[in-house]
């Protein structure tokens, strides 16, 4: 009898391994997604966050010398933005230019990228800083203002005479009469505004100064305090020494001994004077050389601070009437003509000592 036909036994088919390629790319997928995520999220905590408002609008003033580097390094350090270097890489990249002065008006809801990037141009300002430095001249503001693109020119050109009649001011000379200080004003402002105002805060400091002054002064008016007070703002920019060095200059007034002060000579000489005293500059007589007159110069010298005017009105009560540079900063002050030579030596041993130096 025949055999039924076998049939060939079934193999089990082994699952087929999937690709290794199919999951290193699903894997790089992911880390891909998790990455561009958190960098995502950085961008967003950092460029993206909102800058902090208090209120509907605040105003920024950013100084003439501030650096992006800097700003972002304080609003860190006030917590105010996450992530600075994200900040500072943005900075970098995309703001091809520096950070401008100005006063500024931050909106609420803007981010911190749009503040970033307006503070690179001064045309969005909204206000006009305008420096004007203790002891600088009335001719070295009105220059400043004249080459101030944000200052409406009315009065600048005009000669002094004309120009202080143009701004109601009494006196025949306008070195002295304008506050230096770090102001603001609307872009735009008319020159006569500006120095109107600059004008009234001197005078308001002079008044308060004058009204408790000490006594016994050698002044005849508050003008002439106004005078000692451009000349101390000249012989020394330390605040210590504002007062030290108007006790000199007002003992020297009181016995009948001349200022002899530099500053006013350099004053006199005007445009002659390139950066060095000779001693034929001292024995020159002009109407600001204290060496060869008595008394103050007819008019100040400078733009004296209300520090120094107030050292005009409070002289200290010491009996020096010398003073002489150390060399290394600060002023010796002395009592007798004896001692004062001595300082003079020391200070001219001071100098050859860093000549030889190099220094």
């Known amino acids: 009898m025949p055999k039924p036909p076998t049939t060939p036994a079934k193999t089990k088919k082994k699952p087929k391994a999937q690709p290794k390629s199919k999951f290193s790319i699903k894997a790089l997928l992911i880390v891909i997604v998790v990455f561009l995520l958190l960098v995502f999220g950085v961008l967003w905590a950092s460029l993206f966050k909102n800058y902090p408002?208090?209120?509907?609008?605040?105003?920024?003033?950013?100084?003439?010398?501030?650096t992006y580097s800097k700003f972002i390094d304080h609003l860190a350090k006030e917590n105010k933005v996450n992530f600075p270097i994200i900040l500072k890489i943005y900075q970098k990249f995309m703001i091809?230019?520096?950070?401008?002065?100005?006063?500024?008006?931050?909106?609420?809801?803007?981010?911190?990228?749009?503040?970033?990037?307006?503070?690179?141009?001064?045309?969005?300002?909204?206000?006009?800083r305008i420096l004007v430095i203790e002891g600088t001249t009335f001719k070295q503001l009105i220059n400043n203002l004249k080459k101030d693109s944000n200052v409406t020119k009315t009065i600048l050109d005009l000669p002094q005479d004309q120009l202080l009649k143009e701004l109601d001011i009494p006196y025949s000379h306008p070195e002295g009469l304008f506050a230096p200080d770090t102001y603001f004003f609307a872009k735009?402002?008319?020159?006569k505004k500006i120095l109107?105002?600059?004008?009234?805060?001197?005078?308001?400091?002079?008044?308060?100064?004058?009204?408790?002054?000490?006594?016994n002064l050698p002044y005849n008016d508050k003008y002439e305090a106004l005078i000692m007070a451009s000349i101390i703002e000249k012989e020394t920019s330390l605040d210590r020494e504002l007062e030290q060095v108007s006790g000199v200059f007002v003992r020297r007034l009181k016995i009948g001994m001349r200022l002899q002060t530099d500053?006013?000579?350099?004053?006199?000489?005007?445009?002659?004077?390139?950066?060095?005293?000779?001693?034929?500059?001292?024995?020159t007589p002009t109407a600001y050389n204290t060496y060869t007159i008595n008394g103050l110069p007819p008019t100040p010298i400078a733009l004296p601070s209300k520090k120094a005017i107030e050292a005009a009105m409070h002289p200290d009560d010491s009996k020096n009437i010398y003073f002489v540079a150390t060399g290394n900063g600060g002023h010796k002050f002395s009592a007798s003509l004896a001692e004062h030579n001595r300082a003079v030596q020391d200070y001219l041993s001071v100098l050859r000592s860093k000549k030889n130096q190099g220094e």
Do not use: C, F
């Open 53 to 66: 408002v208090e209120g509907k609008k605040q105003v920024l003033v950013i100084s003439s010398g501030d």
């Open 188 to 191: 735009g402002e008319t020159d």
């Open 96 to 128: 091809h230019d520096s950070l401008k002065a100005g006063v500024y008006e931050i909106n609420k809801g803007m981010s911190v990228r749009q503040v970033l990037d307006m503070l690179s141009d001064a045309e969005n300002a909204q206000m006009n």
């Open 196 to 215: 109107t105002d600059l004008y009234h805060r001197q005078m308001k400091s002079l008044d308060e100064a004058w009204a408790s002054k000490a006594a």
């Open 263 to 283: 500053p006013t000579v350099i004053y006199g000489m005007g445009d002659r004077y390139t950066g060095n005293i000779t001693r034929n500059d001292l024995r």
